[in-house]
Nanobody, 123 residues
Framework: QVQLVESGGGLVQAGGSLRLSCAASGGTFSRYAMSWFRQAPGKEREFVAGISWNGYRTYYADSMKGRFTISRDNAKNTVYLQMNSLKPEDTARYYC????????????????WGQGTQVTVSS
């Protein structure tokens, strides 16, 4: 059983940056592909970015390409999401998720979820 705890959210002005972290415990972190999803009020949860178990492959939703960067440190059991040039429409609760081995972009493919961290971008 993998436990995931997100941190790093907060309030930021448009154009600013935030770095989210997701610390994992209870499993062999390096076996899991990791992704970030987000959910805005009244909207469905959507895929943001994903990274393979070894960090060699990354995948982004189109609207995040060039602004967000996902990375991981298997020695620290942590995955990160660097978010730059933030926009008000990036306001959402951000969740990290874990899936054994293969990278996926569908919510249904992920087995473990954190509780999320709130990101609010003011205009």
């Amino acid at each position: 059983q993998v436990q995931l705890v997100e941190s790093g959210g907060g309030l930021v002005q448009a154009g600013g940056s935030l770095r989210l972290s997701c610390a994992a415990s209870g499993g062999t972190f390096s076996r899991y592909a990791m992704s970030w999803f987000r959910q805005a009020p009244g909207k469905e949860r959507e895929f943001v970015a994903g990274i393979s178990w070894n960090g060699y492959r990354t995948y982004y939703a189109d609207s995040m390409k060039g602004r967000f960067t996902i990375s991981r440190d298997n020695a620290k059991n942590t995955v990160y999401l660097q978010m730059n040039s933030l926009k008000p429409e990036d306001t959402a609760r951000y969740y990290c998720a874990a899936r054994l081995y293969g990278l996926g972009s569908s919510e249904a493919e992920y087995d473990y979820w954190g509780q999320g961290t709130q990101v609010t971008v003011s205009s």
